[in-house]
């Protein structure tokens, strides 16, 4: 595996990664790592690997875990979802096709017809002979929130932006934790600050020089991801 830019790439573990994505920590560690009990192989190829004995992953990952989750809300199965992402890397001729804004085009729709043709999916057939329509939807859904640059990449992302929307994730700051998007101040830092005994909106804001609605609205945050429960 090649060396990667921990400053640049984000670092996050699977606990980690489940709980900003909303999935079930079995399947994030199988779509990243794959599957000892059935030999089966990860869904994605790994920009980190192992880190200090732990499994971990960079941005770009935990991106494609998101799209990856919601093909597996949908119903479509992992075997199909590998091969789709299989084919999407030859022939977009990307690493990481699923942490695009380009998967979905013509291209993207060529994917999923031959993927349903080869493993005979139910719901990619129903994607390919139905409703195109699903699939903007979804399209929609995932682009939402999610920075792009120029060439199409995902650069940055609000995890949470309908209770958050200053809370976002840039791979190069703090390791790609949630930060304020001007201040780069994680929100974790200041959630700490704020349950420190004594401790107020007001004081939190005072200490780290940034508006109390924004203090507030990361303790929100970090409120809501902390009571995010870890599935097994």
């Known amino acids: 595996m090649a060396k990667v830019d921990l400053l640049t790439k984000g670092l996050y573990t699977v606990p980690e990664a489940a709980r900003l994505i909303g999935a079930p920590m079995a399947?994030?560690?199988g779509w990243i790592a794959g599957y000892p009990k059935t030999k089966?192989?990860?869904v994605l190829k790994n920009e980190v690997g192992?880190?200090?004995g732990k499994l971990a992953m960079s941005f770009t990952?935990?991106?494609e875990i998101r799209f990856i989750q919601y093909f597996s809300n949908y119903g479509v199965?992992?075997?199909s979802i590998r091969l789709m992402a299989e084919e999407a890397r030859k022939i977009l001729r990307h690493p990481h096709p699923f942490a695009?804004?380009?998967v979905?085009?013509?291209?993207?729709r060529k994917i999923f017809a031959e993927v349903a043709e080869k493993t005979g999916d139910k719901h990619l057939y129903d994607l390919r002979a139905k409703n195109w329509a699903i699939v903007e939807v979804i399209e929609q859904s995932l682009k939402r929130g999610v920075v792009y640059n120029p060439k199409g990449d995902a650069v940055g992302w609000h995890p949470r932006q309908d209770i958050a929307p200053n809370v976002i994730i840039f791979p190069q700051a703090s390791f790609g934790q949630p930060v304020l998007e001007e201040s780069r101040i994680p929100t974790r830092t200041?959630?700490?600050?704020f349950m420190a005994e004594g401790e107020t909106y007001e004081s939190v804001a005072n200490w780290y020089r940034v508006p109390k609605k924004l203090v507030e609205e990361a303790i929100i945050f970090e409120t809501k991801l902390q009571g995010e429960p870890l599935a097994a």
Do not use: C, E, I, S
């Not at 200041?190 to 600050?193: G, H, S, T």
């Open 27 to 29: 399947k994030v560690r």
């Open 40 to 42: 089966g192989g990860p």
């Open 50 to 52: 192992w880190m200090d």
């Open 61 to 63: 990952n935990l991106m």
């Open 77 to 79: 199965k992992v075997v």
């Open 100 to 102: 695009t804004a380009t």
């Open 104 to 108: 979905f085009k013509t291209d993207g």
């Open 190 to 193: 200041l959630f700490r600050a």
